[in-house]
């Protein structure tokens, strides 16, 4: 019997939920080699600054650089690869950082105070970043919409200056990424990856700039070295391989489905792929798809190692038992191809972004709908929330007293002070107490 394109279950099978949380388990660091290797990478680069960046670049991009210059990116270039792109290209871009810009102005904060009867004021500042670097993948696929997905919702923010880092193997650099870049407004592109450029924008080097934030996906090596760095510096997330969650009411065009499944498999071999129904004919269905669809996909061979290896088609008993998957999964994605699918949102718990209806393929969200694709994985959705403009704003709390509202508060402080037998405070608030 031949080996499966992708796993079938039902809640109906005496081990399903075991058999569930292995499948959907995945810990973003998990070998203690890649960690041995990242540390000793993070500590040259902290060591050695930009000679590190150019004798790893050479060593695991297969580069010849003599010079950091060799790993800079001028404005020049940046402008020179956006008016060399084709039209169609330009235009989609711009597109999507006009709706990208559109949905993340509705986020901005103004900072607000208040005054209490007695002349107190309590209020909350809110200031952006300075800097924040952006790290953007290469390799296996590259990314300008993630340029445009992290870059601009820090601008809206009011981030001063953005640094962004994508590797260039073998010397090749995806002019589309460039081009997005200029559009989106980073100010300083660099050519490194992995690890050593997580720790250049971490503590600085030479000509790297240490930031305050670092955003972005990326490798196993590059979620290693943001988890080793983090203190030193902000993180967004530590993110692992992409996840969509699909649950279909059995009445959405199974090619669709099969199709959906495919854009995130496409990513990687880790990636993970789900699709839960109460309707068996449609899972069928959608099997048949699968097997139809998959021989003329360009990535087939990755889609099929994702698919066999984390994929599900999950049948339940009917939409509770399905929610309650949904919320045990805490998908990156999670696609409500179902009638009515805002009825489902007052029970829906945990998702990185939520795509309703059959018409809303996931893919609209990863390029153009507007909100970041940059989201939690690895059911982190539970505590928290896709990029945004507040992951570059912080919020200082204010507290200006009056003599009254010194007195009047400080005796308050005075009780709970000694109460915890910390004397000091407690006299400091004293000395305010209007006698």
Known sequence: MSTPLIKRLSTSDGDFLPTLDKLIAWNTV?????????????????????????????????????????????????????????????????????RISDYHQHQTQDSWQYQEPNGTILGQRVTP??????????????????????????????????????PAPDDELNPIVLAAAAIAGVDKVFTVGGAQ?????????????????????????????????????????????????????????????AMDLFSQAEHD?????????????????????????????????????????????????????????????APEHLELSVDDPESWLSEIRHAGAIFMGRHTAEAIGDYSAGPS???????TARFSSPLSVYDFQKRSSLTYCSPEGASELGKVASVLGRGEDLTAHAKSAEYRIIK
């Open 269 to 329: 071999e880790n990636a993970q792929s789900i699709l839960i129904s109460w309707d068996a004919s449609h899972l069928d269905a959608v099997y048949q798809s699968i097997a139809k669809l998959l021989p003329e996909m360009e990535r087939k061979d990755i889609i099929a190692q994702s698919l066999a290896d984390r994929g599900a088609l999950i049948e339940v008993v009917g939409k509770e038992e399905a929610i309650m998957l949904s919320n045990r999964i």
């Open 197 to 257: 450029a997580v720790a250049a924008m971490a503590y600085g080097t030479q000509s790297i700039p240490k930031v305050d934030k670092i955003v972005g996906p990326g490798n196993i090596y590059v979620a290693t070295a943001k988890r080793m760095v983090f203190g030193a510096v902000g993180l967004d997330m530590v993110a692992g391989p992409t996840e969509i969650l699909i649950i279909c009411d059995g009445k959405t065009d199974p090619d669709w489905i």
């Open 373 to 379: 694709h940059v989201l939690p994985t690895s059911a």
């Open 129 to 166: 970043l300075e800097r924040v670097g952006l790290y953007v993948p290469g390799g296996k696929a590259s990314y300008p919409s993630s340029v445009l997905m992290s870059c601009i919702p820090a601008r809206i923010a009011g981030v001063e200056e953005v640094i962004m880092a994508v």
């Open 30 to 98: 998990s070998d203690s080699n890649i960690e041995e290797r990242v540390a000793k990478i993070i500590q040259q680069v902290r060591a050695n600054g930009d000679q590190a960046l150019i004798d790893f670049s050479n060593q695991f991009d297969r580069r010849s650089v003599n010079s950091i210059e060799q790993l800079c990116v001028d404005s020049a270039q940046l402008e020179a690869a956006l008016a060399n792109i084709d039209t169609e290209t330009r235009t989609a871009l711009e597109t999507a950082a006009q």
